[in-house]
């Protein structure tokens, strides 16, 4: 069963510029969440999806924002992009988002803004 | 202000004892908790859960302890081997219902495991 898929890997950025991230979560899954890693702050919760509706978000500003398909899948994005949102952007997944269910992640996509 | 926190950043044990990880958490609403555990460039890999109707969880060599009154749960390792050097990260939240979401996991920081041959 394949797991989580995060694309790209790695991305180069620079001030001002936007983002998308997309993640492809594990076939069945209905739910995803994405979090931010940076050193030092462990894993911040930026938003949840289920059945394409923001069912909860994290307290990050306006310009992190996503949305998610009809097939699950999810995509992130960034605007106006600041040196401090350099992370590890990780995408997570689970199959109602309920219920003592595990979230299992993705590798994440590792951003640099230059 | 940290709601899940792993006091200890690093940790070093030798081979064949036992790891012994702690996290302590201050919302009482939480009653849900797990174990991660996260290699380098890789994301974080579910380990083992626990709701807080139970007090023990095992799945072979690791076991989660939870003390609700103390607001404590650890994560026992034994016996430890080089492939658990790791960071490990325990995470919380309120068990949440089909339907609707009433919330989401609070991580802490992570503890960095080192365990020598």
């Known amino acids: 069963k394949a797991g989580v898929t995060q694309t790209p890997r790695y991305l180069i950025k620079t001030r001002g510029q936007q983002v998308t991230l997309s993640c492809s979560p594990i076939?069945?899954?209905?739910?995803v969440s994405w979090y931010q890693q940076t050193p030092g702050q462990g894993l911040q919760f930026l938003f949840e999806?289920?059945?394409?509706?923001?069912?909860n978000k994290g307290n990050f500003p306006g310009r992190f924002s996503g949305r998610q398909f009809s097939n699950s899948r999810s995509e992130m994005n960034v605007s106006t992009l600041e040196l401090g949102d350099s992370a590890l952007y990780l995408c997570?997944?689970?199959?109602?988002?309920?219920?003592?269910?595990?979230?299992?992640f993705g590798d994440g996509t590792r951003l640099s803004i230059l | 202000d940290q709601q899940v926190k792993q006091n200890s950043p690093s940790l070093s044990v030798q081979e064949g004892r036992i790891s012994i990880l702690n996290c302590d958490y201050t919302?009482?609403?939480?009653?849900?908790f797990l174990w991660y555990k996260k290699y380098p460039a890789e994301g974080p890999t579910f380990l083992i859960s626990?709701?807080?109707?139970?007090d023990k969880n095992e799945d072979g060599r690791f076991t989660v302890f939870l003390n609700k009154s103390a607001k404590h749960l650890s994560l026992h390792i034994v016996p430890s081997q080089p492939g658990d050097s790791a960071v490990y990260f325990c995470?919380?939240?309120?068990?949440?219902?089909?339907?609707?979401?009433?919330?989401?996991?609070?991580f802490g920081k992570g503890t960095k495991l080192s365990v020598k041959p």
């Open positions: 999806y289920f059945s394409e509706t923001q069912r």
């Open positions: 626990i709701s807080s109707i139970k």
């Open positions: 076939s069945g899954h209905r739910s």
């Open positions: 997570a997944s689970s199959i109602t988002g309920g219920g003592s269910q595990p979230q299992h």
């Open positions: 995470a919380a939240g309120p068990l949440m219902n089909y339907g609707g979401s009433q919330g989401n996991l609070i």
């Open positions: 919302n009482s609403m939480f009653d849900y």
